[in-house]
């Protein structure tokens, strides 16, 4: 079965996910609600089926932690 942007979305907003994944050239990132503040976003394939619908939703999940530690770092005083 092929997915659609549309599908993977309903799934992340089903979930309570803030955030609507959106394709770039050769590289697909998340955009909107949380992912606005994040500094990094992307998911390096280069097509939507190259990913289950599970794997999206891990991906959102990474990038949101990997997110929360790089922030958490950078307001950090230096020691």
């Not at 992340?12 to 394709?23: F, I, P, Q, T």
């Not at 590289?27 to 999206?56: C, I, K, M, N, P």
Request: proline content about 1%.
């Amino acid at each position: 079965m092929r997915r659609s942007l549309k599908a993977t979305n309903g799934e992340l907003e089903r979930l309570g996910c803030d955030a609507v994944l959106a394709r770039g050239d050769g590289y697909f990132y998340f955009r909107s609600g949380e992912a606005t503040g994040w500094l990094d976003r992307t998911v390096r394939v280069r097509t939507l089926q190259s990913l289950t619908r599970d794997q999206w939703i891990e991906q959102y999940r990474i990038l949101k932690q990997k997110n929360r530690d790089l922030l958490k770092g950078r307001t950090r005083s230096p020691r």
